[in-house]
Nanobody
Framework: QVQLAESGGGWVQAGASLRLSCAASGRTSRLNCMGWFRQAPGKERESVAGIEKNLGTTYYADSVRGRFTISRDNAKNTVYLQMNSLNVEDSAVYYC???????????????????WGQGTQVTVSS
């Protein structure tokens, strides 16, 4: 089994930055794709970013490309999401997810992920 634990959420003003962390534990050697998703109240869960755990290839949703950066530290089994120029529309619960398959073109499909964290709240005020 794999456990994921997010941290780093909080309340910030528009234009500020936050860095989220996702620490993986358990059978992490089987993981190949890590992703970040978010869900705002009344909205469906949406993809934010993904990263191939071994190759380091990154993927981004259009809404965050250029503002958010996903990275990983395999020695620490941790994935990060650096979020810059935050705006009110970025407010949501952010979830870390992982799966055994490579990311590829399906990285944004939340149903394809085997493991999920509990989520961390990000609130951006104007």
């Amino acid at each position: 089994q794999v456990q994921l634990a997010e941290s780093g959420g909080g309340w910030v003003q528009a234009g500020a930055s936050l860095r989220l962390s996702c620490a993986a534990s358990g059978r992490t050697s089987r993981l190949n794709c890590m992703g970040w998703f978010r869900q705002a109240p009344g909205k469906e869960r949406e993809s934010v970013a993904g990263i191939e755990k071994n190759l380091g290839t990154t993927y981004y949703a259009d809404s965050v490309r250029g503002r958010f950066t996903i990275s990983r530290d395999n020695a620490k089994n941790t994935v990060y999401l650096q979020m810059n120029s935050l705006n009110v529309e970025d407010s949501a619960v952010y979830y870390c997810a992982a799966r055994d398959r490579l990311c590829g073109s399906s990285w944004s499909q939340s149903r394809s992920y085997n493991y999920w964290g509990q989520g961390t709240q990000v609130t951006v005020s104007s």
